[in-house]
Structure formats: structure tokens, C-alpha cells
């Protein structure tokens, strides 16, 4: 029979529930119709609510292999030293682990990842993956003498994502490890869509306001020298914005550690930001959690993220949503279905085949039971 027609607890369309409502789907998962319960009386009762396939809107798939390997709760600054010493790793263990965690994020109904990489080992999967990918090639180097070299590794990269027919496009790593001269040519490179880890420590907020705190000692430890730096006596986002493109998507990830007044900057400085929540990574690297009410009241649009499986026990958009359920029970889940659905697919600017339940659309369709677990439908 090439339709199948469900009937769940509430359909999600992208942006609101529908009750009482069947959805019917083609062999080939194209949305064939939504229509009123009665006029379907034999659709399958589906325990669950039934939305588009998910948008990870930010993941580090190349840093697969490193599951289970860093310890958890050491702040920030001890995770960077542990993936530092820990992510060299022989190529074909970093494709094997990548190749899985691609495959069960489909599995987990991922229908497309912002995925951020340094190298381009992941091009050949992401080229055969069930799975759309936005490549954010990400480059760092906080000294100035090293922007020229930095760049143009970031741009070989770049290349070889473009030659396997992907999208990708060139981003910052942080505030803190970008030099400006560095920032200066990644926005000269113009990539449609930007995105940065912004705020996940306190630490960086010192940094910037005082040349004080942890990162003093992550660059000692590293050799690198800061007689360049100066505090700026600003947050960070509040420092590097003018060295950044303003006129397009913007993904801020983690936001640990926002406050009301750089959600105002935030708000006034960029035409299309989305903040990126990535919950599990939070309570993993840091056992912090951001500012949710803050976020989910600033009225820019809220993504998800799984960061990745050197963070997080699985690369899983649902795991996300149980734990921002369970430590805000306040806030409906339909703040967090948009954030990972329709928002995520127009950060991607793909908002008008994915993230959406609407006839002729074939989005990939899940449905997500009680107990937040995922059944692949399309
Ligand atoms: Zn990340």
C-alpha cells in the first residue's frame, strides 16, 4: 500500500500543535495529507507526537571517536586541554566512530546537522549520509602571527567539503581563540552562515574584562603568548562583534553564561541571530545549564544542539529535549519542538523542505513518545 496514515497523540507542524488530527504519508515520506480524525478511521494510533525530523544545529562529528574518553565536570578549560592531548587518533578509527554516530543520528530522526569540523575526514560520509549537512569549517589561533597560516588551512578544508558537493562555509572557533586579524579574514570569506561556541565559561567573560581567570593558564600551558591582548573591559560578544558579518544567520552556541544585557546587544547588533542550546554538553563539560528562561523570553529564536560525543553520551536531539524538560517543566515542549524543527531548518536556510509538516513536504517525520524515545516513520 503506498500510504500509510497515523493518527498520534498531537501533531507538531513546525510551529504549533494540532489535535485530533491524522497524518498521511507516502512510501516515499512525502506529506500526502493532514486532515481531521474522522475522515480516517483506520490510521494507526501512534502513543507519541509525530513532527518533522530533527535539526542538530550544532555537532562536532569528527570528534565521534572520543566517546566515553574525557572526563566529565572539569570546566571548560580542562576539556579543551583533554581534547587537545586526546583527538589525534589514527584516521580510520575517526571515520569508523564518525560513519556510526552519522548513522544512529538518522536512526534518532536527525534530519540534518550544522556540524562544525577542523578537518575534512567526515566529507566522504557526510557525502553518503542519509543525513543533510551544513559544514562549518572551523578555524582558531588567538595569536596574530599565525592568522595568515591558520586561514588558509581553514580555506584547504573549505575546498575539500566543496569538492564532495557539500555546504560548507568558513567560522570562528570562540572569542577567545581567534585572533582579530584572523576574524577580519574569515568574514572576508563571506560564508551564508556563521556560528561560534560564545559564552561557555565564566571564565571567558574574565578574559575579556580583566586578561584575568583560567585562560591565562590554558595559554601558558600551551606556550602561546598574550602580549598582544588586552582586556577590552567588555563581554566577549560584546568585542568581537565588529570584526563579524551582522547580516546573516548567526548560531551562538552554548550560552552558558548570557546575561540580560548581551541578550539586549545581541538583539541590537544582529539581523538573524538564533541562540543554540546544547544542554547535555553543558551539564557535561561544566554541570551548568544557561540562562532558559532568559533565552527562551529574549524572543530570538532557539535551536538545539548535541555538541558532540567528546561532551555527550549520544548525539540524540530528543535526550536533548527530555533534559531541558526535565530541569524546565515550566516551559512548553512546544519551545523546544520549534527549536528542533522549523528553527533549525531556517538557520540552515532549508526552511522550505525541512523542519515542517505540510503536504507535498517530505521533511523526514518522527514520532516522539512519552517517554522521549524516537520511531523513525520517514
Ligand atoms: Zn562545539
Known amino acids: 500500500m503506498p500510504y500509510k496514515s497515523y493518527l498520534p497523540t498531537a501533531l507538531f507542524n513546525g510551529t504549533e500543535f494540532l489535535y485530533n488530527h491524522t497524518i498521511t504519508v507516502t512510501s516515499e515520506g512525502v506529506v500526502h495529507a493532514i486532515e481531521p480524525e474522522q475522515n480516517v478511521p483506520d490510521a494507526v494510533k501512534m502513543d507519541g507526537i509525530i513532527c518533522a525530523a530533527f535539526v542538530n544545529a550544532h555537532c562536532h562529528l569528527e570528534l565521534s571517536h572520543l566517546h566515553q574518553i574525557i572526563p566529565q565536570k572539569t570546566g571548560l578549560v580542562g576539556f579543551i586541554e583533554q581534547i587537545l592531548a586526546c583527538r589525534q587518533a589514527d584516521d580510520t578509527l575517526i571515520s569508523k566512530?564518525?560513519?556510526?554516530?552519522?548513522?544512529?543520528?538518522?536512526?534518532?530522526g536527525i534530519q540534518a546537522v550544522v556540524d562544525i569540523s577542523n578537518t575534512a575526514i567526515t566529507a566522504p560520509i557526510?557525502?553518503?549520509?542519509?543525513?543533510?549537512?551544513?559544514?562549518?569549517?572551523?578555524?582558531?589561533?588567538?595569536?596574530?602571527?599565525?592568522?595568515?597560516?591558520?586561514?588558509?588551512?581553514?580555506?584547504?578544508?573549505?575546498?575539500?567539503?566543496?569538492e564532495h558537493g557539500l555546504l560548507a562555509g568558513i567560522v570562528p572557533h570562540a572569542p577567545y581563540s581567534v585572533s582579530t586579524e584572523l576574524f577580519q579574514l574569515i568574514r572576508q570569506a563571506g560564508a551564508a552562515l556563521q556560528s561560534?561556541?560564545?559564552?561557555?565559561?565564566?571564565?571567558?567573560?574574565?578574559?575579556?574584562?580583566?586578561?584575568?581567570?583560567d585562560f591565562l593558564q590554558l595559554y601558558q600551558h600551551l606556550g602561546v603568548s598574550l602580549e598582544h591582548f588586552s582586556a577590552s573591559g567588555k563581554s566577549s560578544?560584546?568585542?568581537i562583534t565588529p570584526q563579524l558579518a551582522t547580516d546573516r544567520p548567526f548560531i551562538l552556541v552554548h550560552n552558558t553564561f548570557t546575561t540580560e544585557e548581551d541578550v539586549a546587544f545581541i538583539k541590537n547588533h544582529f539581523a538573524q541571530p538564533y541562540f543554540c542550546i546544547c544542554a547535555n554538553a553543558n551539564l557535561y563539560i561544566e554541570n551548568s545549564l544557561p540562562n532558559i528562561p532568559l533565552l527562551v523570553s529574549s524572543a530570538i529564536p532557539l535551536l538545539l544542539g548535541t555538541d558532540s560525543l567528546a561532551s555527550n553520551h549520544t548525539l540524540s536531539i530528543a535526550e536533548e529535549i527530555k533534559t531541558l524538560t526535565q530541569f524546565f517543566p515550566e516551559?512548553?515542549?512546544?519551545?523546544?519542538?520549534?527549536?528542533?524543527?522549523?528553527?533549525?531548518?531556517?538557520?540552515?536556510g532549508l526552511e522550505h523542505e525541512l523542519g515542517k509538516l505540510a503536504v507535498g513536504k517530505q521533511p523526514g517525520i518522527v514520532c516522539l513518545h512519552p517517554n522521549f524515545s524516537v520511531t523513525r516513520l520517514a
Not at 523546544?336 to 531556517?346: E, H, S
Open 97 to 108: 566512530a564518525a560513519l556510526q554516530a552519522d548513522g544512529a543520528m538518522y536512526v534518532q
Open 126 to 162: 557526510k557525502k553518503q549520509s542519509s543525513v543533510r549537512y551544513y559544514t562549518c569549517v572551523e578555524t582558531s589561533g588567538f595569536h596574530p602571527a599565525i592568522a595568515e597560516t591558520r586561514f588558509t588551512v581553514a580555506e584547504q578544508v573549505w575546498q575539500l567539503f566543496t
Open 196 to 213: 561560534i561556541h560564545n559564552q561557555e565559561t565564566a571564565a571567558e567573560h574574565r578574559f575579556f574584562m580583566e586578561k584575568q581567570g
Open 237 to 239: 560578544i560584546e568585542t
Open 331 to 348: 516551559i512548553s515542549l512546544q519551545v523546544w519542538l520549534q527549536a528542533a524543527t522549523y528553527n533549525g531548518a531556517r538557520a540552515m
